[in-house]
């Protein structure tokens, strides 16, 4: 039999250890998408993926994060809620962070276009899982939706407000391109 006070101590022992476990900055991060002022949810077949990118944050030890580096969130579709509880399930450090929106098909979405396209062209159809119906606007480098998480709090992102930044970004990023290319071709 174990000395009740070796029993006490090893309790005491464990309780300090979980003291240490997790980053103690964390935080779990909820938010939710809007469109017209309502929570926003796919149409039937589609799936939204929210993920979080680093544009300037650093670790608990005070190192920084490379950029782009991805917390993944979950969207719940009936609500237009989501959270990013980071890899380890405490939460992600404080700082700034982009925020990417993807909104594909599910594999049913994508089981119900492929045999509606079967027999009308050789071609594969437009519309697979990959496709994003955002046309690429709240992608990883090309969204506009920048937040800094700094405490346990909500992010709001209204869909309506924010796609006009993302497609006069992407007007700009495109018109950019081009004078590259121009600028590369000797023109």
């Known amino acids: 039999m174990i000395p009740r006070s070796l029993v006490l101590i ?23 998408l809007l469109q017209a002022g309502q929570p926003y949810v796919p149409p039937a077949g589609q799936r939204v993926v929210v993920t979080l ?25 009936k609500d237009g809620t989501f ?3 980071s890899p380890d399930g405490h939460g992600i450090p404080p700082g700034q962070y982009r925020i990417s929106i993807f909104q594909g098909l599910t594999r049913e979405g994508e089981s119900k276009v492929l045999p509606d396209h079967k027999g009308t062209s050789r071609k594969a159809p437009g519309n697979n899982r ?21 405490q ?12 006009p930044a993302a497609k006069q970004a992407a007007k700009q990023a495109e018109t950019e391109k081009r004078k590259r290319e121009r600028q590369q071709s000797g023109d």
């Open 53 to 77: 990118y680093v544009v300037d944050v650093k670790d608990a030890s005070g190192k920084r994060i490379p950029a782009q580096e991805p917390f993944h969130g979950y969207y719940d579709p």
């Open 130 to 150: 990959e496709t994003d119906f955002f046309e690429g606007l709240f992608g990883p480098t090309t969204s506009p939706i920048v937040r800094e998480v700094t």
């Open 10 to 32: 090893l309790l005491v022992a464990l309780a300090l250890a979980c003291f240490g476990c997790g980053n103690s900055n964390a935080i779990k991060v909820t938010g939710k």
């Open 83 to 85: 959270v990013v509880p």
């Open 152 to 163: 346990l709090a909500e992010l709001i992102v209204d869909l309506d407000k924010e796609a």
